[in-house]
C-alpha cells in the first residue's frame, strides 16, 4: 500500500454523481433580491424560506421563548382567581397583558401563528425529504469518478492478483460489513450509514407528532380537583368536582364514567432528626369501579403513582383533617353533625375553616338563625411552644379553637362563597360574661356552650382525616410520549451515525500489474472514515497482497501504512 490521503478540504464540485449530496437536506439556494416572477415568485419565495431549516429553528426558538411568559404570569386556564390578583395589583400592567394576551398565553393569536407555521414548516420539510430518501434506498449507490485521488480519504497500491478477483473480494467484504454494494464496470461502489436520514426524519416526524399531541390535549383535555373525607364517594361527572377546568373542545360527555370511595388515609412520619415531620407514608386506601355497573376493585393511591383508569389519572395531591363537630340548639337538639375539613396552612398541618349551620336552628326566642363558628386547628399543641402552631404533622395532641356567630350567613342570596370562609357581614358575634368574642379551645369531646341558652359546640372524640384528589384526562399524553422518546433516538441517531460511500477499482496497468484504489466520501469531515477505509484497504490487501514495484529490491513488502498525499498538508 503506497498512500492514503486525507485532506478534506479539497473540493469535490467535480466528482459528478459520486459527490452528490449525502442527506436529504434540501440545498440552499443563493435568492437575489426581490423574486421577479409576481406573485408566484414571492409565493416560492416564502415557502423556501418557511421550509428551510434555519427559519424552523428559529420559530422553534421563538416558540420557547413565547411559553416562557405563560410559566411566569397567571393564566385564566390555570386560574382565575391569581388573574384577578394580578389586575388587582397591576392596574397599569393588566390591560397591556390583556392586549398582548398573556394571560391566555397558549391560546393567543401571535403563539397560535407561531405554532402553525412551525407545523407547516416540519411538514414542508420532511415530505421533499421523505420523497428523495425513498428515491435513494430504490437506487443504487453511485459509480466512482475518474479520479478517486480527488476524494477525501484515499488509498492505493499494486498487486498480482486478477482485477476481477479483486473486485469480487471487494464485493464480498463490503456486503459482509453491511454496505450496500454493486459492481459497476472497472469498479464496486458500496455506501453505508441510511439510518442516518433514517433518524433525522425520525426526529422531524417526532417533532409533528409531539406538536399535534400537544394541540390535541390542550384542546381536549380536562383537569378538575376534588376534596374526600374519609368514607366520601365520587363519582366523575362535572357536578362532583369542586375544580373545574378544561380544554376549549372538550364535552363532559367525554369523561371516563367511574367512581370510587375513600376508604382510609394514612400519614406517617419521621419523628426526629433534621427531616423530623417529613411524610414517609402518604397513601389513600380506596375502592373503585369502571363504568356505571362495574366490579369494585380495592388499590392504593400514593404521591407520584396515580390510579389510571382509561384515559384518567387520579393523583393524590393534598391531605389534612376533618375533625367531627356535633351543633345542638337551646333545647338540646342535634341541628349539625358532620365532619369538616379543615385547609393546611403550613407542612405542620396547622388548619384552620368554619362550620355553617344552615338549616333547623332556632334560637332560644324561636326564630330561625343560621350560625356560624370560625375553627382553627392544631394536631399537635404544645403549651411550652407560646404559640398556636402545630409543632407536628401527626394527631399527639389535638386542640380546636373556635368562636362563633348568629345571624344570616348570606348563603341564600344567590351570591357564590367559600366553603372556607364566613361572611359575617349579616352576623352578630356571640359574646362572653366580660363582653368580649366568646371563644374556647376544645380537645376532642369538650363542648363550648354559647350563651342564653343558644346551644353548643362539640369537638367529637373523632377525627377524620381528608385527602385532595387531582383527576386528569388528557388524550394526548401517550402520544406525546412517544413522539418525546421517537425524538431522542432519531435525534441520536443522525447525530452519532455517518453516511458513506466507498468505492474500490481494479484495473490492470500498463506493466499488466493490476492497481487497486481505494477511496471514500462521508457527509461530513470525519477522523472515523480514513480509519474505517484504511481497515477495509488492510483486510482487502490481506486477499490481494501488493506486489513490489518495478525499480524496487524483491525484499518482503512492509505493512500497510498512512501518509499524507500529494497536495495535502505536510
Known sequence: MSKTETDTSQGQEDLGAA????????????????????????????????????????????????????????QTGADFNK???FREAHKTLAPVYDKLGLFHV????????????????????????????????????????????????????????????VREAALRLLKRRRFRAHAEGDAVAAEKGYLREVGNLIFHIALIVLLVAFAWGQMYK??????????DGFSNALPMYDDFKSGSMFQPDELVPFSFDLKKFTGTYETSGPNKGT??????????????????????IKVNQPLHIGESKVYLVSHGYAPVITVRDGKGKVVYHDAVPLLPLDGNVTSNGVVKVMDGYRSPKGLKEQLGFQAFFVPTFDPKAGTMMSQFPALLNPLLAVNAYHGDLGVDAGIPQSVYQLDTSHMKAFKDDKGQLLKK??????????????????????????????????????????????????????????????????????????????????????????????????????????????????????????????????
Open 19 to 74: 459527490g452528490s449530496q449525502l442527506s436529504t437536506a434540501p440545498r440552499e439556494e443563493q435568492l437575489s433580491g426581490v423574486p421577479a416572477m409576481g406573485v408566484v415568485g414571492w409565493i416560492r419565495w416564502f415557502w423556501r424560506q418557511l421550509t428551510s431549516m434555519r427559519v424552523a429553528l428559529l420559530l422553534l426558538l421563538l416558540l420557547s421563548l413565547g411559553a416562557i411568559p405563560g410559566s411566569l404570569i397567571p
Open 83 to 85: 388573574v384577578d390578583a
Open 106 to 165: 397558549y391560546s393567543s393569536v401571535w403563539f397560535s401563528a407561531i405554532y402553525i407555521l412551525l407545523f407547516i414548516s416540519l411538514i414542508g420539510c420532511i415530505v421533499p425529504r421523505a420523497w428523495q430518501f425513498t428515491g435513494q434506498l430504490r437506487g443504487r449507490p453511485p459509480g466512482a469518478p475518474k479520479r478517486l485521488s480527488r476524494l477525501p480519504a484515499y488509498t492505493t497500491w499494486r498487486t498480482t492478483a486478477e482485477p476481477e478477483d
Open 222 to 231: 380536562s383537569d378538575g380537583t376534588k376534596l374526600m373525607v374519609e368514607g
Open 279 to 300: 411524610p414517609r407514608t402518604y397513601q389513600a386506601k380506596i375502592e373503585y369501579s369502571e363504568g356505571a355497573d362495574g366490579k369494585r376493585k380495592a388499590t392504593t
Open 441 to 570: 379551645l376544645l380537645q376532642p369531646g369538650d363542648s363550648m356552650q354559647l350563651p342564653n341558652g343558644a346551644g353548643s359546640i362539640t369537638f367529637d372524640k373523632e377525627i377524620k382525616q381528608w385527602a385532595g384528589f387531582e383527576i386528569v384526562q388528557e388524550p394526548g399524553s401517550g402520544w406525546a410520549l412517544g413522539g418525546a422518546i421517537a425524538a431522542i433516538f432519531g435525534l441520536a441517531g443522525s447525530l452519532f451515525i455517518q453516511r458513506r460511500r466507498v468505492w474500490v477499482r481494479a484495473v490492470r496497468g500498463a506493466d499488466g500489474v493490476t492497481v487497486v484504489e481505494m477511496a471514500g466520501l462521508g457527509r461530513s469531515e470525519s477522523s472515523k472514515l480514513p480509519e474505517e477505509l484504511g481497515d477495509l484497504a488492510g483486510t482487502l490487501y490481506d486477499q490481494a497482497p501488493g506486489a513490489p514495484d518495478p525499480d524496487d529490491d524483491p525484499s518482503p513488502i512492509p505493512d500497510p501504512h498512512v501518509v499524507p498525499a500529494e497536495g495535502a498538508e505536510k
